[in-house]
């Protein structure tokens, strides 16, 4: 299964107001609630904005309000967040550590779940380089792409990670690429051996990342950290010890992870 790199590219005409209608619906997918003024925090608007918004996606059927007059997906959205709705906690809980590594090293860092043989980015802090790799938050990219994911993937061990790509080909109806899977293989092989993954522009040319994956208090891959870096300093930054910070901060989120079940 080759990968296709991919980065959403900003259109030269952004339609705010759409960009802020989608914003909200990808928040709605990962995290299952979403409060009025959490969404106005979110997107960066007036409280009264957003709640004209999810009025007319709950008018579409995209969204519906529970008892709590919580935001919720609605039937028009499809597959609920992949029973994630804890995934708002998570987040909450390591934004701190995001925030502290991307201070440390100067970069980007990435917080982000899996869901079947996809990631998805819940959070992303932005190092304050001029050439840096940008916000991820939002985006859903291949799992055997993404270094977290892969860190993820490879935790599940390897006939589950195989029957999970059987799978996915049957429900695609396409053959299952035996000659790129033993290849990966031995990506996951060494990512167990090192204790990290990487992505060496898989993604997105120009950006490199090193992923590790993050296990809740009852010892449960439940999400990956990683740390994007322009290939220009990835053997530098590599070098000066970004594993051991990254291992360090995955350490630090465990701790804090102690009491949290993920789905609890």
Known sequence: MPFKRYRRKRPSYPIASVDNALALLELLRDFGTLRLSDAALELGISRSTAHRLLAM??????????????????????????????????????????QA??????????????????????????????????????????????????????QLGLPAVKDLYLLESRINGAEFDQSWFASFEQ??????????????????????ALGVAIRDGAGEVVAGLSVSIPPVRFRQMFEAGVPMAVFAARGRIEAGLEDFIAGQ
């Open 57 to 98: 996606l709950v008018y579409r059927g995209f969204a519906d309000q529970d008892a709590a007059h919580r935001y919720i997906p609605g039937p028009a959205l499809g597959v609920a967040p992949a029973g994630m709705s804890w995934t708002a906690e998570l987040r909450r809980r390591v934004h701190p550590h995001l």
């Open 101 to 154: 590594l991307s201070d440390e090293l100067d970069e980007t860092v990435n917080l982000m779940v899996r869901a079947g043989t996809q990631v998805r980015f819940l959070a992303t802090v932005q190092g304050s380089r001029a050439v840096r790799v940008g916000d991820r938050q939002g985006e859903v990219m291949p799992a055997h792409s993404a270094s977290a994911g892969k860190a993820m993937l490879a």
């Open 187 to 208: 990506e996951l092989i060494a990512a167990n051996r090192r204790g990290f993954a990487v992505n060496l522009e898989e993604t997105e040319v120009g950006a490199n």
